[in-house]
């Protein structure tokens, strides 16, 4: 079985890179982040954001700087269920390959993920946990798990090792990922 993540992957150091915003870009991602989605103005801090930062916080491990990092990029997370979404997607990362699903409809596996891993990842990819799990994030993880591919490259094209995703998979488009698939194959079976 190969390794769930590219090792050599630099996507720590740019996670930690950019997390940090200047006066300025918060400002602007705030009324970004307003203007795009006004519900957040309704949400309970006790019952919806306080438990939400704490996770991402104490049970993902993000720190501060990431935490607010993620939110601003992708204020639809706050919005999100974290009983009934966000934590069943961390869950499913974290969750043993199944090498031996036939289909994406009977993959019951996940990425084999470390929390490293999972908080790099959406760090980088935050918009990832927004997708839903049982149509998009399954059956791109089913992809990966058939073909025998880490995720960990942080390049668009999956790196120069045959055998990496890239971490973007999730996040790209249908036709986009059903080309970079014919693309792997083809290299693959050169």
Do not use: C
């Not at 390794?3 to 009324?31: G, H, V």
């Not at 006790?46 to 990431?66: A, C, M, W």
């Amino acid at each position: 079985s190969l390794p769930r993540t590219n090792s050599t992957s630099s996507s720590t150091d740019t996670s930690q890179s950019k997390t940090t915003f200047t006066s300025y870009e918060r400002r602007r991602l705030l009324a970004q982040m307003l203007a795009t989605n006004p519900d957040i103005l309704t949400l309970s801090i006790e019952n919806n954001l306080q438990p939400k930062f704490d996770y991402f916080r104490h049970t993902v491990g993000l720190s501060i700087n990431q935490t607010r990092y993620i939110m601003l990029k992708r204020p639809q997370l706050l919005a999100l269920s974290l009983e009934r979404n966000i934590i069943p997607k961390v869950e499913f990362f974290m969750a043993s390959r199944d090498e031996n699903a036939k289909t994406a409809n009977q993959y019951s596996g996940g990425l084999g993920m470390d929390m490293k891993e999972i908080r790099t990842w959406i760090t980088q990819y935050p918009q990832t946990l927004t997708f839903v799990l049982d149509s998009r994030i399954k059956q791109r993880t089913f992809d990966v798990v058939r073909l025998g591919l880490m995720v960990g490259s942080d390049s668009d094209d999956g790196g120069d090792n045959e055998f990496v995703a890239p971490m973007n998979f999730i996040t790209r488009s249908e036709r986009s990922w059903k080309k970079w698939i014919d693309v792997h194959i083809a290299l693959v079976d050169q």
